[in-house]
């Protein structure tokens, strides 16, 4: 009945674990992810049939050595890793990791998953795979099957991390299984900055089904940016979801570069009380690759606020499903749910979808919605060439004005010029 | 080498429909051409035409500058041959800051390894915006995105003056300019005139011409330049309008590309009344 476990050993990958030590409840939430990858069917898609992306290759857990310094984990990919706090996978494990004094001071922690599972399961149990949870679809039980390394970070009551805190998932493995799971945890009134960048050199097909949790606690604020450059190879699947309890703000950027086929749901479920959420969303897709985007407010308290951009450029025979829901319920009155959605297709075999949904529960409420999806307009390529501008010059500055209203409000210049490289890699002018 | 470009019997269409028809004219450096006459007589498509906008297909005719085949040329390479068109409708591009776009602009001019510098640019657009007294912060607008329809006209001449081109065409540069601002963007033309460098000017009407004094007036028909004089042809339309030229030509209709079946409004017959 169901082929798409087949790849994968599952007494292995638990003895693996277990040899690891592994507390027993974890354990217990891995076989409990194996019984429901047989039962539960893969997730639904808007106008994408992902039963045609042939899942199931996921590889088997290999670990890498530790390394005590920077420069040899994660090869050249650790040139793109600049702060003092930052934590590189390496395939299935996790090879490097550092946190500065101060900050370990202040009791924050930052390590890999499965070493915060061990060390500090009192501040792991509450949450892991509690935003996300194992029994959604089939996607999300082989995740709590099979995920390895990760990142857990913490930050107590109070406390304001400054420095953006950095974690590098770098595929490099032919067989290694590659499932990272990251877990945030902003106390009350604490705030972080969280980068991560995924990255892959393989030649053989691989499926990574990802799962990032946040918990913002009352009046707390942490900022997200996830820049996705995974290869050809790689299918990405990612769930990407806050809780935001009063008075906290969520704020995501996501670069969908990837090369290969991808779907990710990036979620703010905004509980509280003038809980806030903002994400901005960049894609560009090339060759033959479909995607399949969705970014979600759901407003659950009352006065909160959610704003979304997402803009994807399509080049070649791309395809990009675009989705963004606001979901305002019941008794969440005084709410304001904003949405964007632009595509645009520089190749007459470009597909791009954009679809706004507003599904509202209660009247007195703001919503609205824009979304387009269109070419490069030729009045404006005119305009410019008769300015002496070459062509693709021209398509240049308009591709690159299309996305400046996200890359624009980044706050990190690393990571912006990094978006913006893998923008021209992809847009073939690099 | 001095300037010139040379249109000889020009015939040109837009969307199959032919609107020039056999234009001649010669712009050289130094002179001021004025290009006037009623609305759709294919003023706007001249310049179009000449800049090479898709839109428009060239069924016969030459235009040559300073001796190589204009109408060979992409967009571009008029352009960075000397060729400007200020346009009436500029088109708006978000996220292109006006800077970022006029450096690119004459760094393409100027090729390769010979880019302006940053610093001298930025020097040389402020200077040019405080002629056209233009507010600092449009440097960093975005190329035209909710400029006003003064605003934008300004810009435009602000690029020409950026780009120094040998051939300007300015095409309805003064419709909705209030007359401060058409005196400040004559006094931008007035700012380039030079030797090796012509204008040609289109436009409806005489008050242009007021600030900026052409050397040459040819009224444009039916596709064509029917007459041609000095400024005192433009200050008799001023005075007397068109229909002296119609008579004297014998045209009845001045138009050209317009459906001549198109809805006239039914004599003798009354609107809904409203109560």
Known sequence: MNTIMMSVDRNQVLESFRADQEPEWVTVLREQGFRLAEELPLPKLEKTNIERWNLGTFGEIRRPAQRDSLKDAGGATSEWIDSDNALVQRNSGIEFHRLTEELRGQGVIFTGLEQAVRENPELVKPYLMQAVRADENRMTAIHAALWSGGAFLYVPKNVQVAQPLQALFLLDDEEACFMPHVLIVAEENSSVTFVENAVSAVSRKHDQFGIMEVFVKRGAEVHVASVRGLGKQITDMTYRRAHVEADGRIRWVVGEMNAGNAMADTASILQGDGADSDAKVICVGAGEQHMNLTTRAVHIGQFSTSDMVTRAVMREDATAIINGITKIEKGASGTNGQQTEKVLMLSPKARGDANPILLIDEDDVQAGHAASVGQVNPEQIFYLMSRGIARAEAERLIVYGFLAPVISEIPNDRLRDRLQSLAERKLGQA | ?275
């Open chain 2, 1 to 275: 080498m001095n300037t010139t470009l040379r249109i000889d019997q020009l015939r040109a269409s837009v969307e199959g429909k032919e609107i020039l028809k056999g234009l001649s004219l010669e712009v050289r450096g130094g002179e001021i051409h004025a290009v006037m006459g009623p609305n759709g007589t294919g003023k706007s498509t001249l310049a179009s035409t000449l800049m090479g906008h898709p839109k428009y297909e060239v069924l016969g005719g030459s235009v040559t500058f300073n001796g190589e085949d204009l109408l060979e040329m992409d967009v571009d390479e008029r352009g960075r041959a000397g060729l400007f068109l200020a346009m009436q409708y500029p088109s708006e591009i978000t996220g292109v800051t006006n800077s970022d776009f006029m450096r690119s602009a004459i760094n393409a001019g100027r090729g390769e390894g010979i880019e302006i510098s940053l610093l001298k640019f930025i020097r040389l657009m402020e200077a040019n915006m405080k002629t056209l007294e233009m507010n600092p912060e449009f440097m960093h607008r975005y190329l035209n995105e909710g400029f006003s329809g003064g605003e934008k006209k300004r810009n435009e001449i602000l690029q020409m003056m950026m780009l120094q081109p040998k051939i300007t065409i300015l095409d309805e540069i003064d419709s909705g300019l209030d007359i401060d601002a058409l005196r400040i963007v004559a006094q931008g033309v007035n700012s380039l005139r030079s030797a090796d460098r012509g204008f040609l000017i289109i436009t409806h009407y005489q008050r242009l011409l007021d600030y900026i004094t052409p050397d040459f007036v040819h009224i444009m028909m039916q596709g064509r330049i029917v007459k041609s004089g000095g400024p005192e042809l433009a200050q008799r339309l001023e005075a007397e309008g068109y229909e002296w030229v119609k008579e004297e030509l014998g045209i009845e209709n001045e138009t050209v590309g317009q459906d001549e079946d198109a809805f006239q409004m039914p004599m003798n017959t009354t609107g809904p009344k409203i109560r």
